[in-house]
Nanobody, 124 residues
Framework: QVQLVESGGGLVQAGGSLRLACAAS????????MAWFRQAPGKERGFVAA????????YYTDSVKGRFTISRDNAQNTMFLEMNNLKPEDTAVYYC?????????????????WGQGTQVTVSS
């Protein structure tokens, strides 16, 4: 089992920045990839960014490229999402997820573990 705990959400004005963290614990040695997803009210949960744990390769959805940066700290088993130039449309609950094997990174159903989520609200 792997436990994921997100932190760092909050309320910020448009153009501002936030840094989310996802701390992993438990059987993390087999982690293949971790990712951030988000879900706005009335919408499906959607892919934001992912990172392959061993090689550090990163992937982003188009709407956040150039504004968001995903990173990891292997020693601390923690993943981060640095979010800059935030827009009102970035408002959502942000979830971290972990997969123990290769997968299509943007597919919600392929992830093995999920955190509880952290709210990000961007005011205009």
């Amino acid at each position: 089992q792997v436990q994921l705990v997100e932190s760092g959400g909050g309320l910020v004005q448009a153009g501002g920045s936030l840094r989310l963290a996802c701390a992993a614990s438990g059987r993390t040695r087999s982690t293949y990839a971790m990712a951030w997803f988000r879900q706005a009210p009335g919408k499906e949960r959607g892919f934001v960014a992912a990172i392959i744990w061993s090689g550090g390769i990163r992937y982003y959805t188009d709407s956040v490229k150039g504004r968001f940066t995903i990173s990891r700290d292997n020693a601390q088993n923690t993943m981060f999402l640095e979010m800059n130039n935030l827009k009102p449309e970035d408002t959502a609950v942000y979830y971290c997820a972990a997969s123990m094997g290769p997968l299509l990174l943007s597919e919600t159903s392929r992830y093995d573990y999920w955190g509880q989520g952290t709210q990000v609200t961007v005011s205009s």
